[in-house]
């Protein structure tokens, strides 16, 4: 009874001042707690993905072979996937680290690849056939300058398979043709679109990797890809694609059809817009299950931009797609 009559004789706010206090108190807390567990997880993955990186860069060094390149492209595939499930709780500059050195890593596969596969194809070919081949050289590339500025029905470019770059295809350097590679030219392979105006490009299928640089006023529509896909210097273009990775640099005025496991980078970018990934094709679901993607997930709001760094405000350089322009006539 005394207590009660003690306490009756608080002035409210003070109680009131008392129960903010023991709410704050249990607010930091709570923060610490969790921030502990963010620092958990941040110590797990520095120390897994050094560990795996280390393993693939010893893979690259090491005695070229066959096996050894599967190797390195199966860990550095686990490597993509440790770092896509730990972007919600990285900070923004450990998260480009990671994507820098995986695009490192992606890179020495590629020119590892390279070296392997003309040994094998070059041996003694190019020394007896160099004139056959001198004349196909200078033939080939008159039809698309002849053809400048006119829809070809029939693509005057040859694959990059008499070079013996068999793990890359794709096209470079034309204007106002339409352009397609089926599921069987495509299927694991690294694509690379370069210097392309006003083209319309449908890859069918499941590539590891797609890079598009210096387009304008494009149209790109591929399949599910692997790894990652990497935009640099593009503009007024519109991109339909489902991956792993999406990382955009210098880039503007783009629409992107997009689905990702993880989430999307822009860098130096203006003008980017987002929707759902929308493109379909006959095969479409099982090119999925072949490229390891989860079709249920897709991210494609959570967008990085690495040149805006206000978590409260929204970055002006990139948006989302309203609905109303997302019907677009994909054929």
């Known amino acids: 009874m005394g207590s009660q009559r003690e306490l009756s004789l608080v002035p409210e706010r003070l109680q009131k001042r008392e129960q903010e206090r023991q709410l704050e108190v249990e607010k930091r807390k709570q923060k610490r707690q969790n921030q502990e567990v963010e620092e958990e997880k941040s110590d797990f993955f520095a120390a897994a993905f050094s560990r795996e990186r280390a393993a693939v860069e010893e893979l690259l060094e090491g005695e070229e072979s066959v096996e050894r390149l599967e190797e390195a492209a199966s860990r550095l595939q686990g490597l993509q996937k440790l770092l896509n499930d730990s972007v919600l709780f990285l900070a923004p500059y450990d998260l480009r680290q990671g994507q820098e050195a995986l695009t490192h890593l992606q890179a020495a596969l590629a020119e590892r690849r390279q070296e392997l596969q003309p040994k094998k194809r070059f041996t003694f070919k190019t020394r007896r056939k160099d004139a056959a081949l001198t004349t196909k050289v200078d033939t080939t590339p008159v039809p698309p300058t002849a053809a400048e500025g006119i829809l070809s029905p029939s693509l005057p470019l040859k694959e990059e398979e008499a070079l013996g770059f068999s793990w890359a295809c794709g096209f470079s350097n034309l204007e106002f043709q339409v352009l397609e590679k089926r599921a069987d030219e495509v299927h694991q392979r690294d694509i690379l679109l370069t210097e392309l105006s006003n083209c319309t490009i449908k890859l069918y299928g499941n590539p590891n ?79 999925f299950q072949g490229s390891g993607l989860d079709r249920s997930k897709n991210n494609w709001t959570n967008v990085d931009d690495f040149n805006w760094l206000a978590r409260d405000v929204a970055s002006p350089n990139w948006s989302i797609l309203p609905e109303e322009e997302r019907k677009i006539q994909w054929d």
Request: aromatic content about 8%; glycine content about 4%; proline content about 4%.
């Open 209 to 287: 990797t797609l890079r598009l640089t210096k387009a304008r006023s494009c149209k790109v529509l591929c399949g599910p890809v692997s790894t990652s896909v990497f935009l640099e210097d593009c503009s007024d273009c519109i991109l339909a694609v489902a991956c792993q990775q999406l990382r955009i640099h210098t880039t503007k005025n783009t629409r992107i059809f997009l689905q990702v496991t993880s989430r999307a980078i822009v860098e130096d970018c203006s003008g980017i817009q987002f929707a759902p990934y929308t493109w379909t094709y006959p095969g479409i679901e099982k090119d």
